[in-house]
Every structure is written in C-alpha cells, then in structure tokens.
C-alpha cells in the first residue's frame, strides 16, 4: 500500500530549535498569561504582517468572538456559508443573527454585488472571509460599509502574510482575524490573532481575553479566558524565522499542480492574480462537468491511501445544528461550489513525485 498523505502536515521546527526557545521557562516557571514569549511574538507579528494593531489569542476562533464583543456588533451580520463552521459558529455564539450572502463562482468569496439586497436597518457588521487565502473585494466592501455605515471584520484564517495591491491582508476592513492552528501556513500549535485599526481596542482585547482583569484588584469588565499560552507563542517564534521558506516550498508544490491540472476540461483551479502575493495556503479544485464528480474523485483517492478533503461541504448553513434556521437555497452558487470542491493535499514537504501520482489518479479515473 502506497504511504498515506493527508491533506496537510503542520510545519514545525527542528526540536531542538524548539527546546532552545523553551529553555528560560524552565527557569522562569512563567508559563502563561502574557509572558515574554507572547510579547516578543507580538512585536515579530507586528512587523512581519505590516500592522500597527495585533492582539493574540488561544485561537482564531475566540478571536473572531472577541472582536466581534469588543467591536459591540449587533443584530443582524451578512456573511458566507462557504466557510469553515468556526465563522457562522462566532456569529451565532455571540448572540447575532448570520445573514447569508452568496460568493462568486470565480473566487469563492463574497459576492459583492449581491451585499447590498441584504442590508437591513438591523445589519451592523458584514465578516466576509479570505476563504483559501482568496482575497475579497476589499475596496467594493469599503465602499458599501462607508454607505451604509457597517463595521467590516474579515475572517483572514487562511490569508496569513498575503498582500493585495501592496498592503498587508491584515490592514483590510476595521479588524481582520487569523488562525495559527497547526494546519495553517503559520502555527503556533493552537493559536490566532486580531490585527484592527482602532488603538484603542487593544485595552478591551487584553480584557476580553482575561476574564476582563485590569490589575490584581480590578476587573473591568465581563471577558473570558483565550490567552495564548507561552509553549504557543514559543513555537510561532520559531515557525516565523521559516515561514517564508515553508511559502516558497508550497508554492513549487502549487506550481506542480497548475501544470498537471491546467487545461483539462471540467477541472477549474482558481486563477492567480498578479495584484496578489499568495501564501499558497489550499490547494481547492473544482469538478464542474469532468468526466468524474468531485466524490468519485475523493474516493478514487482515498482508496490510493490519499485524503483530500471537502472544504467546505456542507455549507454552514446547512451544517445539522442550523437545519431548519436557514435556507441553502438562497445561496445557490455557494451550494453549487461546494457539492463540486475538492481540496488538494498540500503542505511544504510534500513531494512533488506525491503531487504528480494524486495528478494522474485524477486524470486517469
Ligand atoms: N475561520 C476559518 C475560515 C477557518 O478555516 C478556521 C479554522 C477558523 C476560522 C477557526 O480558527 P481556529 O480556531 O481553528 O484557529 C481544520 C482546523 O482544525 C481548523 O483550524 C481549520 N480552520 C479547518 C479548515 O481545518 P479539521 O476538522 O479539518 O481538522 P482535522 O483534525 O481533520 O485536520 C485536518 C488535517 O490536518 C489532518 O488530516 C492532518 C492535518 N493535521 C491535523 C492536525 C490536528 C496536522 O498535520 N497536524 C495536526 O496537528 O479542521
């Protein structure tokens, strides 16, 4: 039987980089709670992401909960159901109604021009997302937000490092949230950040993240616990000094990809942009009128020890928890693509012999 590939493998560093990293905790006993670790990972993010504003989190999730608390959302949210649950999830968990918009067949990211039909005088807040590291119509999204006067917070889980027209993703929109879990293109084991315009959310952030203690006396206000711990940030110091490299050796297997994949009819891969510095974060593939469906693709390799995977299927919002509550059908091109999609394998050492063996299990089906 042929080795299993999944559809990532978390980049890490060599141990003994991470033991190094971790050495002074043994002596400092400082393990969490905004120790040195997370500080210095904070001004390296800072930097390495172009952004003036980053507060750090657990996980991508708790901040996207955060920023939406802290930004004092209310009512109702245009959004997409093409999405990982943890998006739609926020919304619902922080007492706000998702109203679904529909993405566009070419990106898979919001459709802007369908946004507007959806605002009400209950819409506070549109959180479009990167999906795949996609970036959206950012300036389109400017504009309606100025006219109708909505805060924009982009869930940037897979845009880690990406730049359109020059600018950091991370300087899009009021806020922007991102994910380090370990199959991101940047780790911290589990982890996630807000970077956001505003100074003066950093204070409420910290809060938020700390039961909403100001001082040992002093609680301020209702917050949770989603601290990154020091063994995360830790690990992002060291995956940082390589992220670039683990870009470049995604890109190689990309590159492959497009090679092997272009030009088949029925196979549509997601058109790079020259406006655009990728990060190479998914690999998605969609089978619209191939010789074979996206499921039969799907078991065909996994039959091969090959696990691609369906992000995103189901839609959010045909997710069992919310059956009843929405209607999938009012996003039909989201429905369309996510019957179709298929994620490929991808992550910085895969080998680009791998790459050409799930190639051919797809062209020869
Ligand atoms: N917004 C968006 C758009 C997101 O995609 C996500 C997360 C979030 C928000 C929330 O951010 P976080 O709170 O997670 O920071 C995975 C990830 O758990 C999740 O972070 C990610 N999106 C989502 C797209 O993918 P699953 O359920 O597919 O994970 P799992 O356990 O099936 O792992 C997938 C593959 O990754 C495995 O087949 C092998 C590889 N892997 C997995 C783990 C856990 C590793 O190589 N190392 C590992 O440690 O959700």
Not at 37 to 58: P, R, S
Not at 302 to 316: E, S
Request: aromatic share 10%; charged share 30%; net charge negative.
């Amino acid at each position: 039987m042929n080795k299993k590939i999944l559809v990532t493998k978390s980049s890490i560093p060599d141990l003994d980089e991470y033991v190094e990293e971790l050495k002074d905790l043994w002596e400092t006993r400082w393990l969490t709670n905004m120790g040195v670790k997370h500080q210095l990972l904070e001004e390296k993010l800072k930097e390495y992401l172009d952004t003036e504003n980053i507060t750090l989190f657990v996980n991508g999730h708790l901040a996207l909960e955060s920023i939406i608390q802290a930004m004092d959302l209310k009512g109702e949210v245009i959004t997409t159901p093409f999405t990982f649950i943890s998006t739609t999830h926020a919304i619902v968990r922080s007492g706000l109604t998702p109203v679904f918009c529909d993405i566009s067949y070419d990106d898979y990211t919001i459709d802007v021009s369908k946004i507007e039909d959806l605002i009400t005088e209950r819409t506070s807040a549109i959180i479009p997302v990167h999906v795949y590291g996609n970036i959206c119509d950012y300036q389109e999204i400017d504009r309606i937000a100025k006219k109708y006067n909505l805060i924009v917070i982009y869930d940037a889980a897979h845009a880690f490092g990406e730049r359109i027209d020059g600018r950091n993703v991370s300087n899009l929109g009021d806020a922007s949230i991102f994910s380090f879990h370990a199959t991101k293109v940047f780790n911290t084991i589990e982890g996630g950040a807000v970077t956001y315009k505003k100074n003066e959310l950093k204070e409420k952030l910290d809060q938020i993240k700390n039961f909403g203690i100001t001082g040992p006396e002093s609680i301020e206000s209702v917050g949770g616990n989603a601290k990154m711990n020091e063994f995360q940030a830790a690990m992002g110091i060291c995956n940082l000094r390589h992220v670039d490299d683990e870009i470049e050796k995604r890109k190689k297997v990309v590159e492959r990809y497009r090679e092997r994949l272009s030009d088949i009819k029925g196979i549509k891969l997601y058109e790079e942009k020259e406006n655009v510095k990728s990060n190479y974060a998914y690999f998605p593939v969609l089978f619209d009128g191939y010789k074979a469906t996206r499921d039969e693709i799907f078991e065909e390799l996994k039959k091969n020890n090959i696990f691609a995977r369906k992000y995103f299927y189901p839609l959010t919002n045909d997710a069992q928890c919310y059956k009843n509550k929405f209607n999938v059908e009012e996003t039909p091109t989201a429905k369309y693509v996510s019957e179709r999609i298929l994620t490929l394998p991808l992550y910085a050492d895969l080998e680009l012999s791998d790459v050409d063996r799930i190639c051919d299990i797809i062209r020869n089906i």
